[in-house]
């Protein structure tokens, strides 16, 4: 397996970034020089892509204590041993003569190595950063091992340059994973159409259609595959009132369209033309909200409605107001009975489906906030500016990003909303449903 060892002089943090990498606490973190005084190995995973990683006790320059010459002797075993090295360097103290003692070993290996500039705990520092390119390597990344912060960005950059031969099973996997089946769940009020959709995309009589309310009592899982991709439909009941719901069958059968939106990767919401956005649809899409999901909205049976545009623009508009709290979710129109807009209401599903997937870099995503706080200041909060210091996605999908502030509580929904918005535009996730988490950095005490 490809092997990354992490090393650098004692107390910059080799271990606090170990930590971070496997998710556990598994070395010994401590702000005394050389505690960690063996190498410690574990196995990591990044994007799908496992690895080696190793973390060293920290090189010491002279025999300043009884372990120094053994830790020299760790690292320079893991010299010949590693694949690639990760020189961790502090960013506060800035660089030292032991930091050019490493990095002139690593060079005689002619081996990749990463420069974390440890302790960069938000944007503001990352200028710090550029003193460390005289060590002689082109990739340097700002990081906060503690923070959460540029972490990513140097695991991108790992596992992007592990050889092919090394990692070709696990991308393959990770590439099966992305490109797997995509569970589509068509959900929406009875009679709405949904089992006249799914014919319609299948192209024959698959799930049984009927005006008669509730016809559809269960599941129905179906593969389709269109182009290079591959579906899941699940062709879900209709959700009704639960005043209207009897104990039963049809009332379990709401529990599994339940789940059908919980499990699904897309969730496709089926309006009545005729009938425009009820009450039930808008409480199915507060479920679609509630769970995060992405979504597509479908306007169904517009063959019945007059083919004129202002016709069409006025029952968009209906939908867009009354839906407004899913917005990011695309309007598709299509007459289930002719099969008109069947082919593009697939692509908009492939579309959405890839937004929920997407990375962005977290140099990207910080210049972003800081045109968003330009474009509007948020209000004070108690007399005190609100302030967004620097953000970073989480992992899974959909996209949900961790943002640093002074005072959460101070950051009103509408604002929120404006970040959300704005993100979408800059970040190109049109139609992803954006989580934000704002959480309170931790103020230097005085």
């Given at each position: 397996?490809?092997?990354?060892?992490?090393?650098?002089?004692?107390?910059?943090?080799?271990?606090?970034l170990f930590?971070?990498?496997?998710?556990?606490?598994?070395?010994?973190?401590?702000?005394?020089?050389?505690?960690?005084?063996?190498?410690?190995?574990?196995?990591?995973?990044?994007?799908?892509?496992?690895?080696e990683?190793?973390?060293?006790?920290g090189?010491i320059?002279?025999?300043?204590?009884?372990?120094a010459s053994?830790i020299?002797?760790?690292?320079?075993k893991e010299?010949?041993?590693?694949d690639?090295?990760?020189?961790v360097?502090?960013?506060k103290?800035g660089?030292?003569?032991?930091?050019?003692?490493?990095?002139?070993?690593?060079?005689?290996?002619?081996?990749?190595?990463?420069i974390?500039?440890?302790?960069?705990?938000?944007?503001?520092?990352e200028?710090?950063?550029?003193?460390?390119?005289?060590?002689?390597?082109?990739?340097?990344?700002?990081?906060?091992?503690?923070?959460?912060?540029?972490?990513?960005?140097l695991?991108?950059?790992?596992?992007?340059?592990?050889?092919?031969?090394k990692?070709?099973?696990?991308?393959?996997?990770?590439?099966?994973?992305?490109?797997?089946?995509?569970?589509v769940?068509?959900?929406?009020k009875?009679?709405?159409?949904k089992?006249?959709?799914?014919?319609?995309?299948?192209?024959?009589e698959?799930?049984?259609?009927s005006?008669?309310?509730?016809t559809?009592t269960?599941?129905?899982?179906?593969?389709?595959?269109?182009k290079?991709?591959?579906?899941?439909f699940?062709?879900?009941?209709?959700?009704?009132?639960?005043?209207?719901?009897?104990?039963?069958?049809?009332?379990?059968s709401v529990?599994?369209?339940?789940?059908?939106?919980?499990?699904a990767d897309?969730?496709?919401?089926?309006?009545?033309?005729?009938?425009?956005?009820?009450?039930?649809?808008?409480?199915?899409?507060?479920?679609?909200?509630?769970?995060?999901?992405?979504?597509?909205?479908?306007?169904?049976?517009?063959?019945?409605?007059?083919?004129?545009?202002?016709?069409?623009?006025?029952?968009?508009?209906?939908?867009?107001?009354?839906l407004?709290?899913?917005?990011?979710?695309?309007?598709v129109?299509?007459?289930?009975?002719?099969r008109?807009g069947?082919?593009n209401?697939l692509?908009t599903?492939?579309?959405v489906?890839?937004?929920?997937?997407?990375?962005?870099?977290?140099?990207k995503?910080?210049?972003?906030?800081?045109?968003?706080?330009?474009?509007?200041?948020?209000?004070?909060?108690?007399?005190?500016?609100?302030?967004?210091?620097?953000?970073t996605?989480?992992?899974?999908?959909?996209?949900?990003?961790?943002?640093?502030?002074?005072y959460?509580?101070g950051f009103?929904?509408?604002?929120?909303?404006f970040?959300?918005?704005n993100?979408?535009?800059?970040?190109?996730?049109?139609?992803?449903?954006?989580?934000?988490?704002?959480?309170?950095?931790?103020?230097?005490?005085?």
């Open positions: 397996m490809y092997r990354v060892a992490i090393v650098g002089r004692p107390n910059v943090g080799k271990s606090s930590n971070r990498i496997i998710g556990k606490r598994k070395a010994i973190i401590e702000d005394i020089p050389g505690v960690t005084r063996d190498r410690l190995v574990s196995k990591a995973k990044w994007r799908g892509v496992p690895f990683l190793v973390d060293t006790g090189y320059q002279a025999d300043r204590d009884s372990f053994y020299r002797k760790q690292i320079e010299l010949k041993d590693a690639a090295f990760v020189l360097v502090d960013g103290e660089l030292t003569p032991a930091d050019k003692d490493i990095a002139l070993l690593l060079k005689k290996e002619k081996k990749p190595v990463y974390a500039v440890n302790k960069i705990d938000n944007p503001n520092m200028d710090r950063i550029y003193e460390f390119y005289e060590l002689g390597f082109d990739q340097v990344y700002p990081v906060s091992s503690i923070q959460k912060y540029g972490v990513a960005d695991l991108d950059a790992i596992v992007e340059n592990i050889p092919r031969e990692a070709e099973d696990f991308e393959e996997e990770k590439e099966k994973d992305r490109t797997r089946k995509i569970k769940a068509i959900v929406g009875p009679n709405a159409g089992s006249s959709l799914l014919n319609a995309i299948l192209g024959e698959r799930a049984v259609v005006d008669i309310p509730g559809t269960d599941v129905v899982d179906t593969y389709f595959k269109w290079d991709r591959e579906f899941l699940l062709d879900t009941a209709g959700l009704r009132k639960k005043s209207k719901v009897d104990y039963g069958i049809e009332f379990f529990g599994r369209t339940l789940d059908a939106i919980k499990k897309v969730v496709v919401l089926v309006i009545d033309a005729e009938q425009g956005v009820t009450e039930q649809d808008t409480k199915i899409a507060g479920l679609i909200q509630k769970y995060h999901k992405p979504a597509v909205i479908v306007i169904n049976k517009i063959d019945k409605i007059p083919p004129s545009s202002e016709a069409r623009n006025r029952l968009i508009k209906q939908v867009k107001d009354r407004y709290f899913i917005s990011y979710a695309p309007i129109l299509v007459s289930a009975k002719n008109q069947i082919k209401l692509q599903i492939v579309q489906y890839e937004e929920a997937w997407k990375r962005v870099n977290t140099g995503l910080n210049r972003a906030l800081q045109k968003i706080m330009k474009l509007r200041q948020p209000p004070s909060y108690n007399g005190k500016p609100l302030k967004m210091f620097y953000g996605q989480l992992e899974g999908k959909p996209p949900a990003f961790l943002i640093f502030v002074n959460p509580e009103k929904e509408s604002y929120i909303k970040i959300e918005n993100l979408r535009q800059m970040l190109d996730m049109h139609h992803a449903p954006i989580k934000l988490i704002l959480k309170e950095r931790k103020r230097d005490k005085v």
